[in-house]
């Protein structure tokens, strides 16, 4: 009951370690549809983006190096976009909930491509600036271990710190690989099975539920609500 409380109610963060799992998990969506049915890009996981392109431009079949290289940009781009967003609020909360509102709208146009036109190119650069968005604004956020993009470091620090982080610390972890694992599954059982079109609509309710939450505990004053500074 304790590790539940600061996940969703804690003092320091309040809802923000929930919220954040739940883009987590919307990421492992988002990226089973960019390497799974748009050319082996992906567009939340630049470590691994980059070595796409290196493929690509090796003449490795099956990579694009235009997608791969959109995406990249189309991060860059988003994390920028973030930024200059996250300088703007002192607000924790309201900052999630506009970034997820135009997460949310990113993603949105992503799936009218998906289903109209099959567009690769412009769902990888819509996919990746919400990525980018969103990663610049968990760091922003700074809850400790959730990107909600990538999972090395947080890996690293639930096994190398394995006998001295606390319960909470732990299960914040294990959930960050639990929820982008999960979303990652779900994903490709969609694309392979459905559409990838269906991946991008679970993605866009999860995001769209983020942006619901955050409004309503944004209300009135609590601790978490001011941005961290460093």
């Known amino acids: 009951m304790r590790v539940w409380h600061e996940l969703t109610r804690g003092e320091r963060h309040g809802p ?7 883009l987590t998990a919307a990421t492992g969506l988002v990226d089973a549809v960019s390497v799974l049915a748009l050319d082996r890009v992906f567009v939340a996981n630049m470590t691994g983006n980059v070595v796409f392109v290196a493929f690509a431009l090796a003449g490795v079949a099956g990579f694009s190096l235009l997608a791969s290289v959109v995406a990249l940009l ?8 973030g930024g200059r967003v996250g300088r703007a609020h002192t607000h924790r909360g309201h900052l999630l909930r506009d970034v997820a509102l135009i997460e949310l709208g990113l993603v949105a146009a992503a799936l009218l491509l998906s289903v109209f036109t099959g567009a690769v190119v412009g769902q990888a650069a819509l996919l990746a600036i919400a990525m980018g968005l969103q990663n ?4 922003r956020l ?3 271990d959730l990107t909600t993009t990538v999972l090395t470091s947080t890996m690293s620090g639930l096994a190398a710190e394995i006998r001295r982080q606390g319960r909470v610390a732990a299960a914040r972890r294990a959930l ?13 059982v969609l694309v392979q099975h459905s559409s990838p079109a269906w991946a991008l609509a679970a993605a866009a309710v999860l995001i769209g539920l983020v942006a619901v ?9 609590a601790p978490w609500h001011a941005v961290v500074t460093s």
């Open 16 to 22: 923000l370690p929930a919220l954040l799992l739940a």
């Open 74 to 81: 189309g991060f860059l781009a988003g994390a920028f976009f």
């Open 136 to 139: 610049s604004t968990a760091r």
């Open 142 to 144: 700074a809850v400790p």
């Open 176 to 188: 960050a690989v639990a929820t982008m694992f999960l979303g990652a599954l779900i994903g490709a």
């Open 213 to 221: 939450v955050s409004a309503v505990r944004s209300r009135g004053g």
